[in-house]
């Protein structure tokens, strides 16, 4: 009685780099996306501004400040949803 069934005993069907690899860039991808989405959104409501700086560095994520906890949100909700 051979099984043929989902990979098991073949190496080569339980590890895909090249599908390993499109997952990564699709989560970093998604990930990012959506934080663009939601400093755009505190662009809007708080007045804030949408830099490159904003999203890759800590410089704007202050927890003693009202608009710094603006962006700790935003990284927050982008890391649980994406």
Do not use: E
């Not at 699709?26 to 934080?35: D, G, I, K, T």
């Not at 939601?38 to 830099?51: R, S």
């Amino acid at each position: 009685n051979h099984s043929h069934g989902h990979g098991h005993g073949n190496p080569q069907a339980q590890f895909n780099p090249r599908l390993i690899l499109a997952q990564i860039i699709s989560l970093q991808a998604f990930h990012y996306f959506l934080l663009g989405i939601l400093f755009q959104i505190n662009h809007v409501l708080f007045a804030t501004t949408v830099t490159v700086d904003r999203i890759f560095t800590a410089k704007y994520l202050d927890v003693w400040s009202a608009i710094g906890w603006v962006d700790n949100a935003a990284i927050l909700i982008s890391s649980i949803l994406g």
